[in-house]
């Protein structure tokens, strides 16, 4: 007996298929170990693939996944090709299970793609709550073809310029923060490296020891398994170690009505996952995008990558 289908009371749907896609222990047996688990999805991994190229996101709620290792062990189960990428900000804390963003948890993540503005990014990511947060520290997905969608009934002149002429992007990084992502302090071998890794196009250093790196032109909108999707972020943001400017690749701004039709669909259909402890949440990261809700500590949401 496989999973049993469940839902969760966030839970939307999109062209007639639910978003995520909640799967939870079989109804008969008590098969809800971690063991179970990765059972099932050993013998289910083909089924999984699948709801996940259709629904864009999986939850499987309500097993006993209690460690770093454990999560470890479903993660292998899926046999997906391990994905790594060493200028992430990140520690290994079991085989190939990290620590998620460092980004203080009052501090809002916003959405975005996993490692969109490098060149080759990962296709899959596992989220795993070892500690929900006592309040807030919700992680939010959202399908970015129904941002585009809707973009286009809203303001479809911005998405044909955005197709057509492209972004400009700065991403501004404080000294300490890219000389962490890029792991030397040598500015000659930070730009080769970040030539090499990321999609920029060249590399400035300023006089207060920061970076910019200049993307575009760009076409945010990207095509994958047929679906057009809003993959590289047109709303600028700022936090501590970094920001970013954001531009039509003319330089001329993007208008104010685009950046307000992308935050209002973004609030009217993101979907808030309120963690439980030994929550395993699937992501299609080439149609669904990521953020972290503020929240009090304790809480420990781990990932892992996969190609």
Known sequence: MGFTEGHVEEEREFHGRVFPKTLLPPSEGGRNSCGE??????????????????????????????????????????????????????????????????????VVIPFHHEMAMIKEFPRKIFFYCLQPAPEGGQTSIIRSDVIVEKL??????????????????????????????????????????????????????????????????????????????????????????????????????LPSDATDAVSKIIDENNVDINWQKGDVLLVDNLGVQHARRPGKPPRTVLVSLSR
Request: proline share 3%.
């Open 152 to 253: 286009q009934e809203k303001v479809p002149q911005v998405v044909e310029k955005l197709e057509r002429c492209g972004l400009k992007t700065i991403l501004r990084a404080r000294r300490e923060s890219w000389q962490r992502m890029l792991k030397t302090d040598d500015r000659a071998e930070a730009e080769k490296r970040a030539l090499e890794t990321l999609a920029c196009n060249s590399v400035q250093f300023n006089s207060d020891g920061g970076a910019d790196f200049i993307y575009g032109p760009i076409n945010p909108i990207k095509e994958f398994n047929g679906n057009k999707v809003l993959f590289n972020i047109i709303l600028g943001y700022e936090n501590v170690e970094r920001s970013t400017y954001i531009t039509f690749a003319d330089g001329s701004p």
């Open 37 to 106: 688990l990765v059972e099932l999805v050993a013998e289910e991994r083909v089924r999984l693939s699948e709801l996940l190229g259709e629904h864009g996101a999986v939850l499987l709620r309500g097993f006993a996944v209690g460690s770093a290792e454990e999560f470890s062990s479903v993660v292998e189960a899926f046999g997906w090709d391990e994905y790594v990428f060493d200028g992430a900000n990140r520690t290994e804390v079991a085989e190939r299970v990290y620590t998620a963003s460092a980004a203080p948890l009052h």
